[in-house]
């Protein structure tokens, strides 16, 4: 139901088709002024014309915020800390930018006075859960519109319709764009609709727009030397940098060795199984890092735990409950788990694959090579002691052949 005292929204804007119709949409069913806030999560040539196209809608308000190194600092790697894969493959890479665009579209609206903040999301997508999920946690008390639960715009066809009959401008080439949904920021590039939608059908070469083809890549291995503080990517081939510019590096990097291509079905909250197609070069290659250099600096059961609760807490980035305690909660155990997580994982990039190369952390390694090693231990290790230990696992195992 239309609140008719709103007098001002707040709109989350990409400067496309949709969230364009939706100003002067706003316009003549609300009767109330329009802010628009645009994020750049590292989208690149989405921000370039944004606003632009909001200038020409008249818009009073337009906000073009810089937000890739808080991105990354305190989203991109905080979820990474947990090796967070949704449905152990999807690397969360539209999932974990929702958050932190309500928050910001929640701080517009207080400082500019606004009675209610709106979206482009579709009624059938994650998307809406997440961005008004992430709303009510930070301001139970705002308004929200979400078009597409209300207008009869239901089609791509009639949006440009209703574009080209209110004036409102769209490229011409806009409308031989490729079909597909996309969303794009520092950490991936999305792909949904069209040909995507039958399961069964390949997805086009010239779809995929970071990454060439694994087959095309260079014949010759690239080596990368990944430093970690406290659990963080902070320095690669001994060169620090900022935690977007890492983002930024390792994207451009390993799409040109054709590294993290996905083609998968996912459950999505609202019911349906869907089909996306994502690109996430530099994530998957310090999701690979991040396990090698965990792997001799955790403690074993500490690693396991961290295991057993990644698909919780991935779930929980996926449906849209990042600001929920719960996720807090398992964040503050992980973040603690991740103050030995520091060293170096050396890798090789080569035709779509990550080959971990070396490992090494000077003061938290738990590796002992005295311990593991075939040769002559000088008796650190007494291997009679193995047999108690296998005797005692092995009493419920005998046991069960009593009758």
Not at 82 to 95: K, M, V
Not at 178 to 185: E, G, R, V
Not at 334 to 348: E, N, P
Request: net charge negative; aromatic share 10%.
């Amino acid at each position: 139901m239309k609140d008719k005292n709103i007098q001002k929204v707040v709109l989350a804007y990409s400067g496309g088709l949709d969230t364009s119709v939706i100003v002067k949409w706003l316009h003549d069913n609300y009767k109330c002024e329009v802010v628009t806030y645009t994020a750049d999560l590292g989208q690149k040539d989405e921000i370039d014309s944004a606003k632009k196209r909001a200038e020409g809608l008249g818009v009073s308000q337009i906000i073009l915020e810089d937000l890739k190194e808080e991105f990354a600092k305190d989203f991109i790697f905080p979820m990474f800390r947990a090796n967070a894969l949704y449905e152990e493959q999807y690397l969360l890479g539209t999932a974990i930018a929702r958050p932190l665009i309500s928050k910001k579209l929640i701080e517009v609206a207080e400082k500019y006075g606004a009675d209610a903040i709106s979206h482009g999301a579709t009624g059938k997508g994650n998307d809406q859960v997440r961005f008004e999920l992430s709303a009510y946690a930070l301001n139970p008390d705002i308004k929200i519109i979400a078009p597409w639960r209300e207008w009869d715009l239901n089609s791509r066809d009639k949006l440009l319709s209703y574009a080209t009959s209110n004036k409102i401008p769209v490229d011409a080439n806009k409308k031989d764009t490729p079909p597909y949904s996309m969303d794009a920021n520092l950490l991936h590039i999305s792909y949904e609709g069209k040909i995507l939608e039958d399961p069964w059908s390949s997805p086009p070469e010239d779809m995929w727009r970071w990454t060439i083809s694994p087959k095309n890549a260079p014949n010759e291995a690239e080596e990368l030397i990944i430093e970690f503080f406290e659990g963080d990517p902070v320095s690669i081939n001994n060169n620090k940098m900022s935690p977007a510019v890492i983002m930024e590096f390792l994207n451009n990097v390993g799409a040109k060795h054709g590294i993290g291509r996905l083609d998968m079905i996912e459950n999505r909250y609202v019911g349906m199984k869907s089909r996306g197609c994502y690109e996430t070069p530099g994530g998957t290659i310090i999701l690979h890092a991040r396990r090698a250099i965990e792997s001799i600096t955790l403690d074993r059961e500490v690693t396991h735990l961290k295991t057993e609760i990644m698909p919780k807490y991935a779930s929980m980035i996926y449906n849209g409950f990042w600001w929920s305690p719960e996720r807090e909660s398992l964040q503050e155990f992980i973040d603690s788990t991740q103050k030995v997580v520091c060293g170096f994982v050396r890798l090789k990039l080569f035709k779509g694959n990550i080959i971990i190369e070396g490992r090494k952390s000077e003061n938290f390694s738990l590796y002992e090579e005295y311990l593991a090693t075939f040769e002559d231990d000088k008796g650190t290790y007494d291997q009679k002691d193995a047999e108690g230990f296998i005797k005692l696992n092995a009493l419920r195992l005998k046991n069960k052949h009593k009758k």
